[in-house]
């Protein structure tokens, strides 16, 4: 049987980014010291790159002025150390276009744009808004592809079209097609993202070149390991790491909303000091967090001591040629 392993595909973005919460104060204040905190302690712990506002971020709840001191508090703490995408994305051109100059401005490395939502733009309205965003600076663009928030997919033969676009060069992938993904892999260079925990490890070996996780906010240096085996050819051992991730998997994203969910979990492992969301969201319940500890438990990942352990699989990856 043949031990030889394929290429490392191109990573523009990195390979494990965080979805970043946004930490907000008992008041429900931007606190920027507590995101700088976040930021350093991920990127400690497994991250090679960070988006900040997205979904996960809250960012339908921060101001455009939010919005940038977060991303300049972020880059002041790591952006010597890991690629910093500010999601820009709204259901405006005119209003992302803004954002995506704010960004560029602020010294960002890239920027996610999600399909505009509510207002149902068609295929032909897509790749303008795209490109017309990307047109507006000379950063990298991921194109966030959620229908199941957007309530529209972004076609094949759209992303195929927008590919061409020299500053399109990824896409983080939500859809839950995997046959349309395994046909814009195939013809084209777009580099692909799962922005999906679940199937992290099958959009892996389908291509994807990295994650946009929100369970790595706990998992980042297991993530890490899951994508150095995959590397390394071997799926025995990126197969254990997914499988004793499942818990974490299924608290962070099935308990409740994911930003309730990991802000939970963060509290709990001490990462951040509470829990505040922003309205229309709500902290997570005493039970929810209860859950939350249970299945963090059983997936090993209770405390941030926990997170970080040099574990088997985490070795067993580094030895076999990745760097977790």
Same mark, same amino acid.
């Given at each position: 049987?043949?031990? @030889?392993?394929?290429?490392?595909?191109?990573?523009?973005?990195?390979?494990?980014?965080?979805?970043?919460v946004?930490?907000?104060?008992?008041?429900?204040?931007?606190?920027?010291?507590?995101?700088?905190? $976040?930021?350093?302690?991920?990127v400690?712990h497994g991250?090679? =790159?960070? #988006? +900040?506002?997205?979904?996960?971020?809250?960012?339908p709840?921060?101001?455009?002025?939010?919005?940038?001191?977060?991303?300049? *508090?972020?880059l002041?703490a +790591?952006?010597?150390?890991? /690629? +910093?995408?500010?999601?820009?994305?709204?259901?405006?051109?005119?209003h992302?276009?803004?954002?995506?100059?704010?960004?560029?401005k602020?010294?960002?490395?890239? $920027?996610?744009?999600?399909?505009?939502?509510?207002?149902?733009? %068609?295929?032909? *309205?897509?790749?303008?808004?795209?490109?017309?965003?990307?047109?507006?600076? =000379?950063?990298?663009?991921m194109?966030?592809?959620?229908?199941?928030?957007?309530?529209?997919?972004?076609?094949?033969?759209?992303?195929?079209? #927008?590919?061409?676009?020299?500053?399109?060069?990824?896409?983080?992938?939500?859809?839950g097609d995997?046959?349309?993904?395994?046909?814009?892999?195939?013809?084209?260079?777009? !580099?692909?993202?799962?922005?999906?925990?679940?199937?992290?490890?099958?959009?892996?070996?389908?291509?994807?070149?990295?994650i946009?996780?929100?369970?790595?906010?706990?998992? =980042?240096?297991?993530? *890490? !390991?899951?994508?150095? @085996?995959?590397? *390394?050819?071997?799926?025995?051992?990126? /197969?254990?790491?997914?499988?004793?991730?499942?818990?974490?998997?299924?608290?962070?994203?099935?308990?409740?909303?994911?930003?309730?969910?990991?802000?939970?979990?963060?509290?709990?492992?001490?990462?951040?000091?509470?829990?505040?969301?922003?309205?229309?969201?709500?902290?997570?319940? %005493?039970?929810?967090?209860?859950?939350?500890? !249970?299945?963090?438990?059983?997936?090993?990942?209770?405390? %941030?001591?926990?997170?970080?352990?040099?574990?088997?699989?985490?070795?067993?990856?580094?030895?076999?040629?990745?760097a977790?």
């Amino acid at each position: 049987m043949s031990t @030889a392993t394929a290429a490392a595909p191109h990573r523009p973005f990195g390979t494990v980014l965080s979805a970043m919460v946004t930490p907000f104060t008992a008041t429900g204040a931007l606190d920027l010291d507590a995101a700088a905190a $976040l930021a350093v302690h991920l990127v400690e712990h497994g991250h090679d =790159g960070l #988006v +900040v506002s997205g979904t996960t971020g809250e960012s339908p709840t921060t101001s455009d002025d939010e919005k940038d001191r977060l991303l300049r *508090a972020v880059l002041d703490a +790591v952006g010597d150390r890991a /690629r +910093v995408v500010a999601g820009v994305g709204t259901n405006d051109t005119a209003h992302t276009v803004e954002l995506a100059r704010s960004a560029e401005k602020a010294g960002a490395h890239g $920027l996610l744009v999600v399909t505009p939502y509510y207002n149902k733009p %068609p295929q032909a *309205a897509l790749a303008q808004h795209f490109t017309t965003v990307a047109d507006a600076s =000379g950063l990298p663009v991921m194109l966030y592809d959620i229908p199941g928030r957007s309530g529209v997919p972004i076609d094949t033969e759209t992303l195929v079209a #927008v590919a061409a676009h020299e500053r399109i060069v990824a896409v983080k992938d939500a859809k839950g097609d995997s046959m349309a993904t395994s046909w814009v892999l195939a013809r084209t260079d777009l !580099a692909y993202y799962s922005g999906d925990d679940a199937v992290n490890l099958p959009l892996l070996a389908q291509g994807a070149c990295g994650i946009v996780s929100v369970v790595s906010h706990v998992a =980042g240096r297991e993530y *890490a !390991a899951m994508i150095a @085996a995959l590397d *390394a050819g071997d799926l025995v051992t990126a /197969r254990t790491i997914h499988t004793d991730l499942l818990p974490a998997v299924r608290g962070i994203m099935t308990r409740t909303q994911g930003a309730v969910a990991v802000k939970a979990a963060l509290e709990l492992t001490g990462v951040l000091t509470g829990r505040a969301v922003r309205q229309p969201l709500l902290a997570a319940t %005493p039970e929810e967090v209860d859950a939350i500890a !249970a299945d963090l438990s059983l997936a090993g990942l209770d405390t %941030p001591e926990n997170s970080a352990r040099p574990n088997p699989t985490a070795a067993a990856a580094q030895a076999a040629g990745g760097a977790a």
